[in-house]
């Protein structure tokens, strides 16, 4: 266990110098001041082996930024998993994007798809944990001006290889705690990096359609999608 805080740690110590042009104007570390609430993540539900690592890209402004949990949907997190409430917020946040925690009145979509998914096949989040864990790929969200979301794919490239360098490396360290038989991006960039930083170990990487309802292909029944997907690679579910 002490393994996966000593990679949170040394993700915190490698991102913390790296500065981000415009137009992004806000960058939001839920791993820094909702820390506490990933620690308790961490130790209720990171045992190990696990059999599937379900890898999302970066936080969304409703969920991780909120609760410190990846697709952070604030029932899932509070009453579904038993993580208490923590205090904490960025420094500085955008007017349009506040950090309220446990009290945000906005919903997750792709955190309520995705864990709802897990309460409804699983049932107990100890038997969905059992073999499954979920991870972010990169810890900051990034803001610009307007409020907009920018993704790490659209950060400039002089920018994002000082940031996707050390997210390999946590991932990495990450799939060699765990020893999972598969490591699933939730998404096309989050698989796209899986399978950069993995390439030379022995897991099988693949891909699930992502939740958000951005996604066309999620708002079409995402549950009987990823059923099929999950099934292409050989994962049994549940």
């Excluded at 820390?35 to 409703?62: C, I, T």
């Excluded at 699983?122 to 810890?139: L, M, Q, T």
């Excluded at 794919?153 to 994002?160: F, G, K």
């Excluded at 705690?177 to 699933?184: C, E, G, L, N, T």
Aim: aromatic share 12%.
């Amino acid at each position: 266990m002490q393994n996966l805080f000593k990679t949170t740690d040394n993700l915190l110590q490698a991102l913390e110098p790296l500065q981000f042009s415009w137009p992004v104007t806000h960058v939001y570390n839920p791993l820094k001041y909702a820390r506490s609430a990933y620690d308790a993540y961490l130790k209720a539900y990171g045992g190990r082996p696990k059999e599937v690592l379900l890898l999302g890209m970066n936080p969304g402004p409703w969920g991780m930024v909120q609760t410190g949990i990846p697709f952070g949907e604030i029932w899932a997190v509070r009453d579904w998993m038993g993580i208490k409430p923590h205090q904490g917020s960025p420094e500085t946040f955008h007017p349009k994007r506040p950090v309220e925690g446990f009290s945000c009145k906005r919903r997750e979509v792709s955190g309520k798809r995705l864990w709802g998914w897990a309460e409804k096949t699983f049932g107990k989040p100890e038997n969905f944990f059992a073999r499954f864990f979920v991870a972010n790929y990169c810890p900051l969200m990034f803001l610009e001006e307007s409020g907009r979301n920018r993704t790490p794919n659209q950060i400039p490239v002089a920018e994002r290889k000082p940031l996707l360098a050390p997210c390999d490396q946590a991932l990495r360290e990450t799939v060699l705690y765990f020893q999972p038989r598969y490591v699933v991006g939730i998404g096309a960039f989050a698989a796209t990096r899986a399978k950069a930083a993995l390439g030379e170990m022995d897991v099988t990487v693949g891909r699930i359609t992502h939740p958000s309802p951005a996604n066309p292909k999620a708002n079409k029944g995402w549950e009987d999608c990823i059923l099929k997907e999950f099934a292409q690679m050989g994962i049994r579910v549940p």
